[in-house]
């Protein structure tokens, strides 16, 4: 890959930070722009803005083109079969919200149980304490070793007949583990248990197909894959979509509307009440559109590529705890410093121009559970290079001595 290249096509990375050339690395809570997308909006309303699904004047039809052409870009993206599985939505915290309600209300009761792990984000912990407390069912968690992998005995153990849902994350947003979904959802699937999972980090790691993994929702959100913020997409399989009612309601996810009764329209229309959110999902279209030219493979080459050598990197500082296992993990590596908050080291780098979170990544559980107020979160994607990493290491060392 030409990173040179690729970052020519990111207009904030000729920005400074503080004065100092800018070094993202934040990419786990979102990701930088292309060009192609920025623009990609901005011609929508420029030049064929319109009523999505609602218009016969060209405007509307082309808009609603566009719209749908998004829709069936996400499937083949994802490996859907038919795009009327595909519903859009705010982003992948809307989506989980979604299921947990319009599934959850009408399958959960006092005697189920839902089960999540101890890696999750809040997005797939809130949603599902809600939902629980109002069908009177139970959240139960599944462990994780002391490596940050999943305990796969754990899972086994609490995959009883009772477990009418299984929520789980693909990839940790803080300890970068990949877990082994194809084997999670076998079990899971063996025990007439559905699996809800949050794609948000893997999706813009590597290849999703939700047919190869028999998931049956995958959640995900586009600005962590370089599209816009304020779009995200639920995938689902068709016969749980039909059987379920509607998350919100008016708009176009109407079919008829009377004076006491109204009927629904179909999947996918069902779930996306109002007026859609057009040119982000337009947005989420061409940021597909960047991903595929760069292919898939190869940004998953580049991503191991530095993130193996930013472990190993860290990993020769002295007094470093970093999180998370060592290999099979995306390009996320979380530490802290023995005696020095997390906050201070990452104000200082910020004045280097080297932008990274600091904090509890809305993973209060997963902090509880290492025993930590928070950490520091190194994650990196398609535009950063070992130099990069080179300067954060160079900055982060010399911030040690000064804090030390």
């Known amino acids: 890959m030409n990173i040179e290249k690729i970052k020519s096509q990111f207009p904030i990375l000729k920005q400074k930070n503080r004065g100092?050339?800018?070094?993202?690395?934040?990419?786990?809570?979102?990701?930088?722009?292309?060009?192609?997308?920025?623009?990609?909006?901005?011609?929508?309303y420029k030049n064929y803005y319109g009523s999505v699904h609602r218009s016969v004047y060209e405007l509307g039809e082309k808009a609603t083109n566009a719209f749908e052409g998004a829709r069936n870009k996400?499937?083949?993206?994802i490996g859907s079969k038919d795009s009327s599985s595909i519903i859009f939505t705010k982003g992948a915290t809307e989506a989980i919200n979604l299921v947990a309600d319009a599934w959850g209300f009408s399958n959960l009761g006092k005697d189920d149980i839902v089960l999540i792990t101890e890696m999750e984000?809040?997005?797939?912990?809130?949603?599902?304490?809600?939902?629980?407390?109002?069908?009177?069912?139970?959240?139960?968690?599944?462990?994780?070793?002391?490596d940050g992998t999943l305990d796969m005995e754990s899972l086994k153990n609490k995959l009883t007949d009772k477990v009418k849902m299984l929520s789980i994350t693909q990839a940790s947003n803080v300890l970068g583990t990949i877990n082994p979904l194809k084997e999670i959802i076998y079990l899971a699937h063996q025990?007439?248990?559905?699996?809800?999972?949050?794609?948000?980090?893997?999706?813009?790691?590597?290849?999703i197909d939700v047919q190869e993994l028999d998931c049956d929702f995958f959640a995900f959100s586009g600005h962590k894959m370089l599209g816009p913020t304020g779009v995200g997409v639920l995938y689902g399989k068709q016969d749980l979509l039909e059987e379920m009612e509607p998350y919100q309601t008016g708009g176009g996810m109407i079919k008829e509307v009377g004076l006491q009764e109204s009927t629904w329209n179909d999947i996918p229309y069902k779930f996306e009440a109002g007026s859609p959110n057009s040119s982000q999902v337009i947005g989420l279209s061409y940021?597909?559109?960047?991903?595929?030219e760069l292919g898939i493979n190869e940004i998953t080459k580049h991503t191991e590529m530095i993130s193996e050598y930013a472990f190993k990197e860290l990993s020769k500082i002295d007094g470093i705890t970093i999180y998370g296992p060592s290999q099979n993990r995306i390009s996320i590596v979380s530490f802290n410093i023995d005696g020095i908050h997390s906050g201070d080291i990452a104000q200082m780098l910020d004045y280097e121009g080297i932008t990274m979170r600091s904090g509890r990544h809305c993973c209060s559980p997963l902090m509880?559970?290492?025993?930590?107020?928070?950490?520091?979160?190194?994650?990196?994607?398609i535009y950063n290079d070992s130099s990069e990493i080179d300067l954060f290491i160079e900055k982060l060392n010399a911030t040690i001595t000064t804090l030390s």
Request: charged share 20%; hydrophobic share 40%; aromatic share 8%.
């Open 287 to 292: 940021a597909i559109d960047f991903i595929n």
């Open 121 to 146: 984000h809040h997005a797939n912990i809130v949603p599902w304490q809600v939902i629980t407390k109002r069908t009177g069912a139970t959240l139960d968690y599944i462990s994780i070793k002391e």
């Open 74 to 77: 996400v499937a083949k993206f």
């Open 20 to 44: 100092k050339k800018l070094i993202y690395l934040d990419n786990a809570a979102t990701s930088l722009k292309p060009l192609s997308v920025i623009e990609a909006e901005s011609d929508f």
């Open 191 to 207: 025990n007439n248990t559905l699996v809800m999972v949050d794609g948000c980090q893997s999706i813009p790691h590597f290849k």
């Open 368 to 381: 509880d559970k290492l025993d930590i107020s928070s950490c520091l979160r190194l994650s990196l994607y």
